[in-house]
């Protein structure tokens, strides 16, 4: 072969060489999600119920005067801190001292009259066993003995109800607490019985909420609820303490669950919301997770989540059933469980399979 001929052939080589390398495209690297993850523990063993309450005093009372009269002092305030025993208010005590006084004059007149009755019954009875008078005039003396016995008897009652009544010319606080309301001022007539204070007990509150007829069976002493407020951050714990056995308006039932633990922030008429969880039946029990955990399914109650897997850094698409929403929770009923971590947000990025790559620790639920 002519060398001229074996040029062309090896420069024709070397270009068919060069082009077949620059068809090939270059390697394209696997894409690394970043994602935080939620483990899965909360058991959700029935509905989530949610009542609009208000903060109440466990105990509270509301104090009048048993006698009437004409108020000489008021020793408090609205919101004045009150140990058991303190007097809050006086009436004007003079007329009722006069009463005392006017019912130990008649008593010491009715024991004098007594006493003179005795020994005249006492002599009749002498004579009478000895013959010397007539039955009749023993009788109207032992009669007569009997009614001034009866009259000390009366008039001493009569003392005892007026030394009563002057000892309630002074209001006093029952038990320890704060002055919820003041209704009464110096130099004013009050009647027997008027409501002149509300004391509220000190340390224990309550949440009070209405419950409805179809909810009120599944209520119990003694079940757990959580009470939030706009004042405190955390959730509060409480158990129910009262169950009203009466409806209100609207078929509503009045429920109380006491404060295992309420803060000193908190006061008598602030606004709050009660949680209750009520029984579900076995096929309802699921788990907590985050709402933005679960994508959206093609039917209502369907949906899909990204569990993760540690050992291969990757995440497999789970189908599940949800219930209701709740304050970012939804209940997935179906398809997971506890221990498995679940992407927690960005599910609309995530594939079946991808590989993905911790931001932060998981999240509790």
Aim: proline fraction near 6%; glycine fraction near 8%; hydrophobic fraction near 45%.
């Amino acid at each position: 072969m002519r060398p001229a001929i074996r040029s062309i052939l090896f420069i024709g080589a070397i270009a068919v060489a060069l082009t077949g390398c620059e068809a090939e495209p270059p390697a394209v690297p696997e894409q690394v999600r970043p994602i935080r993850t939620f483990t899965v523990t909360e058991v959700a063993s029935g509905r989530v119920r949610r009542f609009s309450a208000v903060i109440q005093p466990s105990d509270t009372s509301q104090l009048s005067f048993q006698v009437g009269g004409n108020v000489r002092e008021v020793r408090v305030s609205q919101g004045d801190q009150v140990a058991a025993g303190n007097v809050l208010a006086v009436l004007d005590q003079e007329p009722y001292r006069l009463d005392v006084r006017a019912a130990e004059a008649d008593l010491a007149r009715a024991r004098a009259e007594l006493a003179n009755k005795r020994a005249e019954f006492e002599r009749q009875r002498t004579l009478y066993r000895q013959g010397w008078v007539a039955r009749v005039r023993f009788d109207n003396a032992e009669r007569d003995y009997r009614a001034a016995s009866s009259r000390v008897d009366y008039t001493l009652a009569r003392l005892d109800l007026a030394r009563r009544d002057l000892a309630n010319t002074t209001l006093a606080a029952p038990f320890a607490g704060s002055i919820a309301v003041r209704s009464v001022d110096p130099f004013v007539e009050v009647r027997a019985g008027q409501v002149v204070f509300q004391i509220d007990a000190e340390g224990g509150l309550e949440a009070e909420f209405g419950v409805p007829e179809t909810v009120i069976a599944e209520i119990a002493l003694g079940m757990p609820v959580q009470v939030q407020t706009p004042q405190v951050a955390e959730p509060l714990a409480a158990l129910v303490t009262e169950i009203g056995s009466a409806a209100g308006a609207g078929t509503i039932f009045p429920v109380r669950a006491a404060l295992t633990e309420p803060p000193p922030t908190l006061r008598p008429g602030m606004t709050a919301e009660a949680t209750l969880t009520l029984a579900h039946g076995a096929t309802d029990v699921g788990f907590f997770v985050p709402l933005s955990a679960v994508a959206a399914g093609e039917q209502p109650g369907d949906g899909y989540v990204f569990v993760y897997d540690p050992k291969t850094s990757t995440v497999n698409r789970r189908a599940v059933k949800t219930t209701q929403a709740a304050r970012g929770n939804v209940v997935a009923v179906t398809g997971i469980k506890i221990g498995e971590r679940l992407a927690s947000a960005g599910t609309s990025f995530l594939a079946d399979g991808q590989r993905v790559a911790l931001l932060v620790p998981d999240l509790e639920s």
